[in-house]
């Protein structure tokens, strides 16, 4: 299912980790190099907790990037009585809103003072991958694909909302097929995808939610399930994204926090997905994205990828493309290279 025609650099970047895979033509993939590391975001706050630590300001620079852990970072830092700068495309990590970024106390500049300690803010660890990869005598990949998650430009208004209004245009746009969900090149209003591209130019740049269950369609017993209808589920370190799908046709979708959620919790948004009934405001007030529903499927087939599989849906099938969960959405990416790229 997946065969290109020259080397790939697949990263995917979550809220926990950033799973690596390197594909050389001609090597099986159960044989190709792969990583998993800590995510973007984890080395930053580590950085920042390291400067907050030795009572150093903090001077953000680089790209727009991932949230999460490198945001609670740099409050803690100011918490601390500890100053904060960050250049203008740093800084919107923090929130699209500028004037909100200063309001937490964040000085924007384009320099650094003396004493700063600097923090360099992205989501591609380009030098540090290549770093890596030169030690075990492995050369850099001519092409790269990159999952993010991107909420989209969201300066005034939920970014939750915004993110899952931009993904509900997009199936509508693309007739609920699930590749609509992955457009290259990114929207222009993606900004976080458009940063990384920024860095790669060339790169295929896209969102890490339907990329993994992309990937997961690679294992033969989900593509067999998925002709008759199923339920996709990645259960992410940050986010859960669900489908129900027939051949490519998504008939619904949710997308909630995976920290909200327990089995219960996920059993009922499954099943009122499946039979039609789940609410975008359901969804959306219990602190989710939303929901999208199409028409219902009668399906009981569920399957399940990602880091939170087995805490959140024990029984469902384990989807392992290629025996390896987490690299689902690497998977996804080889083959949206294919499809988008090699025809």
């Known amino acids: 299912m997946i065969d290109l025609t020259a080397s790939l650099l697949a990263i995917d970047v979550g809220r926990g980790t950033q799973d690596i895979l390197v594909y050389e033509p001609g090597r099986t993939i159960e044989n190709s190099i792969k990583l998993v590391l800590p995510s973007p975001t984890v080395v930053t706050a580590k950085r920042v907790r ?3 630590e030795a009572g150093r300001p903090v001077f953000l620079e680089g ?31 923090i929130h699209d809103d500028l004037e909100r970024v200063r309001a937490i ?3 924007i500049r384009d320099t650094p003072p003396e004493d700063a300690a600097r923090v360099h803010a992205t989501d591609y660890m380009e030098p540090e ?9 492995v050369e850099y990949p001519e092409n790269v694909a990159i999952a993010v998650q991107d909420h989209g430009y969201s300066p005034h208004r939920s970014n939750r909302i915004h993110r899952f209004e931009l993904m509900r245009d997009r199936l509508e746009d693309g007739d ?6 992955a457009t290259d090149p990114p929207l222009p209003d993606m900004t976080r995808m458009q940063a990384a591209l920024k860095q790669a130019p060339g790169a295929l740049v896209t969102d890490t939610g339907p990329v993994a269950l992309i990937g997961a369609l690679c294992d033969p017993n989900v593509r067999q ?10 259960a992410g370190n940050g986010h859960t994204l669900c489908f129900t799908l027939k051949g490519h046709e998504i008939y619904g979708l949710f997308e909630h926090h995976t920290g ?14 499946t039979d039609g009934t789940l609410t975008s405001k359901e969804v959306f007030d ?3 994205h939303g929901a999208a529903i199409r028409k219902p499927l009668a399906t009981d087939a569920v399957v399940v990828t990602g880091p939170n599989r087995l805490r959140l849906l024990p029984e469902a099938y384990q989807a392992a493309p290629f025996g390896d969960m987490m690299l689902s959405g690497c998977f996804g990416l080889a083959y949206l290279w294919k499809r988008f790229r090699e025809g």
């Open 260 to 273: 909200a959620l327990d089995p219960a919790k996920l059993q009922h948004y499954v099943r009122r997905l």
């Open 50 to 52: 390291q400067a907050t």
């Open 105 to 107: 106390g964040v000085t």
């Open 286 to 288: 219990d602190g989710g």
């Open 225 to 234: 399930m998925a002709e008759t209808g199923v339920t996709l589920v990645n």
């Open 63 to 93: 790209f727009l990037m991932g949230g999460g852990a490198s945001t609670d970072a740099i409050r803690a830092h100011l918490a601390a009585g500890l100053p904060v700068y960050a250049t203008p495309e740093a800084a919107v990590t």
């Open 129 to 137: 991958i290549r770093k890596a990869l030169t030690l075990f005598g």
């Open 176 to 181: 609920w097929n699930l590749l609509s969900l």
